[in-house]
């Protein structure tokens, strides 16, 4: 999964969508003094997700509720709210289903995850209420994984320049392909530290560069190349971290790559002789990624 898919979302839902959360922005004034706009987008299973296994200590309702997760989240979400300060945010979640066109595409897709533990699955129900305790509204699309609509919010948000700053708060690592600084967007990692001081720990595109050895517009090639075993999403074979970062350096795009690959003089390929024939033999990987 090299890069997200967007639903079906217009603008008109988007703005409809963002303006009906509750972190409201202050009234406009016109003139140099107009608040800024700020949108916060959280991956929010991925934070419970990692704050249930962050926090080791038990943690239970007297009715025997699991909460850890819940508590972390919690915990993570003022954080967010206090540090970032947005005028509008949105907790976006899976939207059930699976993601069927993904599968289709690649049977094995994701089949290396084991079902949540029964004390994390628990605690999903409650993850809506809870952000709206705190005033954000919980979205998602059925047959569309998080990501895809965080994808699909941003981009639209920033096409229309609804908004002053996007941040993105996820550990995944395809959403760094949307780090813009013209259009405002910026990923954090859902940590407390991190938050703490989002502006010196938040991706911007030369943190992406020095993370990935690639710009932010090349991370859905590089993954295409190297794979993703988190998602059981194999790549080239031959193909590390490195030497996609190597390729994207000599050669923009992946399409680049390949026409080059498969049409260069010997011994004018970037890399070995060995590696051209690899990324030729195995050509259908990288585009289907």
Do not use: W
């Amino acid at each position: 999964k090299s890069g997200p898919r967007s639903p079906s979302l217009s603008v008109t839902t988007l703005v409809a969508l963002l303006l009906a959360t509750a972190a409201q922005a202050a009234p406009e004034v016109d003139g140099p003094r107009r608040m800024q706009r700020r949108l916060l987008l959280i991956d929010s299973f991925s934070v419970v997700f990692q704050q249930y296994h962050a926090i080791k200590h038990p943690m239970s309702t007297r009715a025997g509720l699991p909460t850890n997760g819940l508590f972390g989240y919690c915990r993570l979400l003022i954080s967010a709210l206090e540090h970032i300060r947005p005028t509008h945010a949105a907790c976006v979640l899976e939207g059930g289903g699976g993601s069927v066109e993904r599968q289709k595409v690649l049977p094995t897709y994701k089949a290396n995850r084991a079902a949540p533990e029964d004390s994390l699955s628990q605690q999903f129900s409650h993850m809506i209420p809870l952000a709206e305790g705190l005033g954000i509204r919980s979205v998602s699309k059925r047959g569309y994984e998080a990501d895809d609509v965080i994808a699909t919010l941003a981009t639209l948000a920033a096409d229309t320049k609804t908004f002053d700053s996007i941040t993105i708060l996820s550990s995944d690592k395809d959403l760094m392909q949307l780090v813009s600084s013209s259009a405002r967007v910026r990923v954090c990692k859902p940590n407390i530290k991190a938050l703490r001081d989002v502006q010196a720990a938040a991706f911007g595109e030369a943190e992406v560069m020095d993370a990935f050895g690639v710009r932010p517009s090349q991370v859905a090639d590089y993954l295409a190349l190297v794979g993703d075993s988190s998602d059981n999403i194999p790549g080239v074979p031959s193909i590390g971290p490195k030497r996609a970062a190597k390729l994207l350096a000599e050669y923009p795009t992946l399409h680049d790559i390949l026409h080059a690959a498969e049409h260069a003089k010997p011994k004018a390929f970037a890399l070995s002789e060995s590696l051209r024939a690899k990324i030729v033999e195995h050509r259908g990987i990288a585009l289907r990624n």
